[in-house]
């Protein structure tokens, strides 16, 4: 296998690595999502929590404003129809 000058495996395009032969290793596909994968930082139990109730909370009041939103504009609709 040949590499082009300056240019690494994972950078070269699909059509260069067809051309070259090579395709899809599904090997090297799952070593790389690993080694990804190894590279996050993961979020520890209290901030899983804390963020967690902050989504549920922050989505709590933008669906109550969107009701309240809707039933007023309900509301306005039945006065002027």
Do not use: H, N
């Not at 395009?13 to 051309?19: C, D």
């Not at 990804?36 to 669906?63: D, F, N, T, Y």
Request: net charge negative; proline share 4%; charged share 25%.
């Amino acid at each position: 296998m040949a590499k082009k000058e300056g240019i690494s495996e994972s950078t070269r395009k699909p059509a260069e690595l067809k051309e070259s032969g090579e395709g899809f290793d599904p090997g090297s596909f799952f070593q790389g999502a690993r080694e990804e994968l190894s590279k996050v930082v993961w979020p520890s139990r209290q901030q899983l929590i804390s963020e967690s109730a902050a989504v549920i909370l922050m989505v709590g009041l933008s669906a109550s404003l969107i009701y309240l939103v809707d039933q007023l504009f309900g509301w306005v609709s039945k006065q002027v129809f």
